[in-house]
């Protein structure tokens, strides 16, 4: 979902909203690398472990086509930014630059091929203030803001067309690696499913439509596949479920990965372990799946990355950081990784961004 999935889990911003080009790697051969970054076990499957960011809550690194740039969330208040706003990051060079205009609450940006024009939610036309954060009175939970919509804006920060419009969230979007279609979540039906549209935001498709949230979604990179996250209830939590919907709240504790064709047929569950699992990612050999979950750690805050097959076999741990990874991407040639961390940060909460190679264990 959004940056605020993090907070609460000591985390930063969370939400989970892919890539390209196999000839361009010089950003990525000529960084510096500093070794104590890895945890004992990363090793062999991550090494050469670069830290991007420096301070803050930054998260939902999500590499462009030509792999030269990404864009991610970031809050950093002495910096002037409240809310989540989205910013563009140039690897080779390090400059950060802010796409957003600084106004309302951001998430989930990702470029549409190209280059040239990045999307993310936002909820600025609604109001310039932060909207609120929930209170914790019931416990746990995430914000489902119906002032969410989705933008399309040049990297210079200038706002090219509005995706979406209507009452409801709408967020949560990410692009196809081939280039022609937008998987998102939305509340439009009045609960919290997913749909597809053209790079235009024409012909919108209804994806899923089954109670509980369902959200976080990434194309396989044939774009023939959709991953995602979702909660799916008893008749007593489908209740509860739909009385915190109604306050525009959803409880993010226990959510399982699944896999639907991108025509809408075919779902099936990958994951069935009671965790928070979310921001899956294909591996560009289209069999595994990189994703997040605190199934070591399921009433806690203790995140990890974890590799497993579409089919739901040979789950394997891949980071051990004490506090949060998450958010991971592969480049496209699944060499490279980057992803979220809360390791080494100078005080409690800091997420920073990462890039790592990889080798597929």
Known sequence: MKATLLL????????SCSTTNTAYR?????RTVDAKLLRAGESPVLTNLRQLTFGGENAEGYLGFDERHFVFQRTLPEKGDECDQIYRYDIASGETRRISNGRGRTTC????????????ASTHRASAACPPVPDQSKG????IYESFDIVVADTNGREV????????????????????RIVFTSTRSGDLELYTMNLDGSDVKQLTNMPGYDGGAFFSWDGKKVVFRASRHNEKELEAYRGLLAEGLVRPSRMELYVINADG??????????AANFAPFWHPDGKHIIFASNVND??????????IREDGTGLKQLTFEETFDGFPMFTRDGKGLIFASNRFGSKQGETNLFLADFKLP
């Open 8 to 15: 609460a889990l000591a985390l930063p911003a969370l939400l």
């Open 26 to 30: 010089p950003a990525w051969e000529r």
């Open 109 to 120: 940006a990702y470029f549409l091929p190209g280059d040239s024009l990045v999307l993310y």
């Open 140 to 143: 746990y939970v995430w914000p």
């Open 161 to 180: 067309r509005w995706l979406t419009d209507g009452p409801g969230y709408d967020a949560e979007a990410t692009v196809s690696p081939t280039g022609d």
């Open 265 to 274: 047929t075919g779902m099936r569950q990958i994951t069935s372990n009671g």
């Open 298 to 307: 399921p009433k806690g805050r203790n995140f990890d990355l974890y590799l």
